[in-house]
């Protein structure tokens, strides 16, 4: 089964600074893809980014990019420019390419908390 | 883009009664639907995946008789908590795998169940 492990339970940052938050994650295959989730006070589930496994380029979204290890099985989160909206819980999470049953199941992290500080 | 539907967005009622989520997926066919619980400040823990058509995949340590799910259609998934108790209290979000688009996941915003 994999896991996923976010070690900082809490983080916070300046207005307008850059924050990076870890994620590591264990699996035994070679082929699935890591997102990162925001979920703000309302609770909605807001996809910030996405990886393929299979892509040694590490995926951009305007101030949001992601730096993949995949040897390391590490996957952070880097906030440029960080805004008081970027206030949140960040999930990191793996899904699997293999089919069956319960294709497309997400495993999540323990969540980071960021504070954004004006 | 994609949207998924979750009704009720809040639900408070006594303990023993029976309640029931639903999760609609407005403009595509979802042939997998997916159940998490939340507690305050924690992860979500996958309870269930519900296949359309077939019975539901329980995540070990999750009752499937106190979580009863149905996929009865392309488009909705329900999750009744049966005979809820003050426990049960906890947010329950739903999401749904399009096969055709780009995303995972959507997500439905979620119910905040309130036993007494």
């Known amino acids: 089964a994999q896991t996923v492990t976010q070690s900082q339970p809490e983080m916070s940052v300046q207005e307008a600074e850059t924050v990076t938050l870890s994620c590591t994650y264990d699996?035994?295959?070679?082929?699935?893809?890591l997102f990162w989730y925001k979920q703000p006070p309302s609770r909605q589930m807001i996809l910030v980014i996405r990886q393929e496994a299979y892509k040694q380029q590490n995926a951009t979204e305007n101030r949001f990019s992601v730096n993949f290890q995949k040897a390391a099985k590490s996957f952070s989160l880097k906030i440029s420019d960080s805004q008081l909206g970027d206030a949140a819980m960040y999930f990191c999470a793996y899904r699997s390419r293999v089919g069956g049953t319960s294709y497309g199941k997400l495993t999540f992290g323990q969540g980071t908390i960021l504070t954004v500080h004006p | 883009g994609a949207v998924v539907s979750q009704h009720p967005s809040r639900v408070i009622c006594k303990s023993g009664t029976s309640v029931k989520i639903e999760c609609r997926s407005l403009d595509f066919q979802a042939t997998t639907m997916f159940w998490y619980r939340q507690f305050p400040k924690q992860s979500l823990m996958l309870m269930a995946t519900?296949?359309?058509?077939?019975?539901?995949?329980?995540e070990q340590g999750v009752e499937k008789d106190k979580f009863l799910i149905n996929h009865a259609s392309l488009t909705l998934s329900t999750l009744t908590v049966t005979s809820a108790h003050p426990e049960d209290s906890s947010f329950y979000i739903c999401?749904?795998?399009?096969?055709?688009?780009?995303?995972?996941?959507?997500f439905g915003d979620g119910t905040r169940l309130s036993i007494l």
């Open positions: 519900s296949n359309e058509g077939s019975k539901a995949t329980y």
């Open positions: 999401s749904a795998r399009d096969p055709e688009g780009d995303q995972p996941q959507h």
């Open positions: 699996t035994s295959e070679s082929d699935y893809y």
